[in-house]
């Protein structure tokens, strides 16, 4: 049973910082990790995304040089800094683990509760 704990989030105004953090537990091995988001009426879209056995990331071209994902693998956990951010990143992050190899980006995940990130 894999269980996904975030943390973070919250309401900042346009250009102020805010930081994530997704703690796993259970049977995970080295998983790709990540987050998506969904905005209000939008679909939900992979944003960023680490391969903790590598430590490899990739990016969402709307997010690519104001966020950073990271991790602390002795803790199972994953952050993601967001930097420099805008109204329009205005939606609820989903912490996302992928259940197979090579799953995540394509949404075969296991989730988190969610956390709302305003920016006004």
């Known amino acids: 049973h894999v269980q996904l704990v975030e943390s973070g989030g919250g309401s900042v105004q346009a250009g102020g910082s805010l930081r994530l953090s997704c703690t796993a537990s259970?049977?995970?091995?080295?998983?790709?990790m990540g987050w998506f988001r969904q905005a209000s009426g939008a679909e939900r879209v992979g944003i960023a995304s680490i391969y903790t056995h590598s430590n490899i990331t990739k990016y969402a071209d709307s997010v690519k040089g104001r966020f950073t994902i990271s991790q602390d693998r002795a803790k199972n956990t994953i952050f993601l800094q967001m930097n420099d951010l805008k109204p329009e990143d205005t939606a609820i992050y989903c912490c996302?683990?992928?259940?197979?190899?090579?799953?995540?980006?394509?949404?075969?995940?296991?989730w988190g509760q969610g956390t709302q990130v305003t920016v006004s």
């Open positions: 259970g049977h995970i091995g080295n998983p790709c």
């Open positions: 996302a683990l992928e259940k197979e190899p090579g799953s995540w980006w394509d949404d075969d995940n296991y």
